[in-house]
């Protein structure tokens, strides 16, 4: 916690999430990843949940899982590769390839709802790889999701998320923004 609250990364507002829904609190990776000092720290605490599964490879969804992902890699000595967004959903693209039943980590900064997390997945198996785990720096789905691979998180956020229609009166009239996930 320290780590995030030294570079800045939780911000207090009123925030629109990738997920559809709104928030008081945003938990902006970015202002994390910026340090590679700290990325090296949370990829040392995050190695040691995920090199149980005997992945060859680490993949990160876009944009979120690059930096931490591909620190990951290094600190494993696996392969990296990531997935990108073509019109909002995650693409394996640049000629990126997987042997058939190759063993992925799926390497992802935050989820609120899992979203991104469950398109990796689909992706990697649409395209002949094996996810084996999923690591994530933050999990504030206070719990509420779980994939079909063992998941491990460096931190549980237990912010509360709100429909646009069950907005609390401090959030009530006042703009939500999208800082960026």
Request: net charge neutral; aromatic share 6%.
């Given at each position: 916690?320290?780590i995030?609250?030294?570079?800045g990364?939780?911000?207090?507002?009123h925030f629109?999430?990738?997920s559809g829904l709104?928030?008081a609190?945003f938990?902006?990776c970015?202002q994390v990843?910026?340090?590679m000092d700290k990325?090296?720290?949370l990829?040392?605490i995050?190695?040691?949940m995920?090199?149980?599964y005997?992945?060859?490879t680490?993949?990160?969804?876009?944009?979120g899982?690059l930096v931490?992902g591909?620190e990951?890699?290094?600190?494993?000595?696996l392969?990296?590769?990531?997935?990108?967004k073509?019109?909002?959903?995650?693409?394996?693209?640049?000629?990126?390839k997987f042997e058939?039943?190759?063993?992925v980590?799926i390497?992802?900064?935050?989820?609120?709802?899992?979203?991104?997390v469950v398109?990796?997945l689909?992706?990697?198996?649409?395209?002949?790889?094996?996810p084996?785990?999923?690591g994530?720096?933050?999990?504030?789905?206070?719990?509420k999701?779980s994939?079909?691979?063992?998941?491990h998180s460096?931190a549980?956020l237990s912010?509360?998320?709100?429909e646009?229609?069950?907005?609390p009166?401090?959030l009530?009239?006042t703009?939500a923004i999208?800082p960026?996930?």
């Open positions: 916690m320290q995030f609250k030294d570079s990364a939780l911000l207090e507002g629109l999430l990738r709104h928030s609190h938990f902006q970015a990843c910026q340090y990325v090296t720290r990829a040392e995050m190695v040691p995920l090199k149980k005997g992945a060859t680490v993949v990160g969804p876009a944009m899982g931490i591909q990951v890699a290094r600190q494993l000595g392969r990296f590769v990531f997935l990108e073509v019109d909002d959903k995650l693409a394996l693209r640049r000629n990126f058939p039943s190759e063993k980590l390497v992802e900064d935050v989820i609120t709802r899992g979203g991104r398109e990796a689909e992706q990697c198996r649409a395209h002949g790889a094996e084996v785990a999923v994530v720096i933050v999990d504030r789905s206070q719990g999701t994939f079909d691979v063992p998941h460096l549980e912010f509360p998320t709100y646009a229609d069950k907005l009166p401090e009530q009239g703009e999208k960026g996930s």
